[in-house]
């Protein structure tokens, strides 16, 4: 089965072909945020147009997502115009072929279920940490979504419930505010201007000063992480985005875990993410396949209820494929 897959961010559309189960013919073409979400659909379809034959798309997106329509409910600054974008009607009415639409995130933790660090899990939630905090639920294998296609936004938690609620009313004491990438790196550059990556955050590790933002700021994933594992008993955290490749992070969080969650809760084990910036694209198949198999077996079943006839020759009709 030959499946296109976009990942669909603020800055890039990364695309690519799962075929044999292996991703191939990955590209990143500019995000064009000036041109709505009209402007938006119609890159991806000229993505797409470079890959013919296919027998499904899947398409894993920033914003919030109805996967049941396939639209995008809500997507901030970073992707005007995009809400409301009905975007597997468009690709579905161009191509022909099955659509899945999701939320980056929960694409992420389907990829990881099926081919990354959740594989052998039953359930088990996942996070990643850059621009913002991302989260996603696994439940019996599958994404639990919620009520209206929402759950797991574990990045607006409150953790600090004394700040100063912002202009609009929301809490402004949120998780992603503080254990954030963006959080790590404003921190560190109130210290020094220089630190304005993580990259070169770690690099400097042994300055005394930055070893000791770099823990408090493990402190604040530890807060959240806190939560979610009293509330859900996971037996498996999973822990994405870039940032995690500094091994230094999780050895933390490993050890200190213990003084955050009661110790009947210590069978938790965390993990980091294995599938990098392509577990999203990976999710995007792996959830593009399902429907094609689910909409080729709706497509039998309905087939199997009909009458069948007698043909001309006085064999009877073949109604499989």
């Known amino acids: 089965m030959k499946t296109a897959v976009l990942d ?17 013919q990955i590209e990143e073409t500019p995000t064009p945020v000036d041109r709505g979400g009209s402007g938006l659909m119609e890159c991806a379809r000229e993505i797409l147009e470079r890959h013919k034959g296919m027998d499904a798309i899947g398409i894993s997106t920033a914003g919030q997502v109805d996967t049941v329509r396939g639209e995008i409910r809500y997507a901030n600054e970073n992707l005007p115009g995009y809400t409301g974008t009905k975007v597997r009607q468009i690709l579905e009415e161009t191509f022909l072929v099955p659509v899945a639409v999701d939320n980056d995130v929960n694409m992420a933790a389907l990829g990881e279920a099926c081919l990354g660090a959740g594989r052998g899990e039953e359930d088990f939630l996942c996070l990643t940490l850059g621009t913002g905090i991302g989260g996603a639920i696994v439940r019996n294998r599958q994404i639990y979504r919620g009520s209206c296609f929402s759950a797991g936004e574990f990045g607006s938690m409150v953790i600090h419930g004394d700040a100063q609620k912002s202009q609009g009313g929301f809490p402004a004491g ?51 992480l806190s ?47 294995q599938l990098g910036n392509r577990a999203g694209m990976l ?18 079943s309905a087939a199997a209820k009909e009458p069948k006839e007698e043909a001309t020759t006085g064999v009877q009709e073949n109604t499989e494929a």
């Open 8 to 24: 669909i961010g603020g800055t890039f559309i990364k695309s690519g072909i799962y075929d044999g189960g292996e991703l191939c």
């Open 174 to 224: 949120i998780y992603e505010k503080y254990a954030s990438a963006t959080a790590l790196v404003r921190q560190a550059m109130a210290y020094d201007s220089a630190l304005d990556n993580g990259r070169i955050i770690f690099s400097r590790l042994e300055e005394p000063g930055i070893r000791a933002i770099v823990d408090a700021w493990i402190g604040e994933i530890l807060l959240g």
């Open 227 to 273: 939560s979610l594992v009293h509330i859900f008993n996971p037996s498996c955290i999973v822990l994405g985005g870039g940032i995690m490749g500094q091994p230094y992070i999780l050895q933390e969080l490993r050890r200190r875990i213990g003084d955050y969650v009661m110790p009947s809760f210590l069978n938790v084990r965390l993990e980091r993410a």
């Open 283 to 300: 999710g995007a198949a792996v959830a593009a396949e399902q429907m094609a198999g689910s909409e080729a077996g709706d497509t039998r």
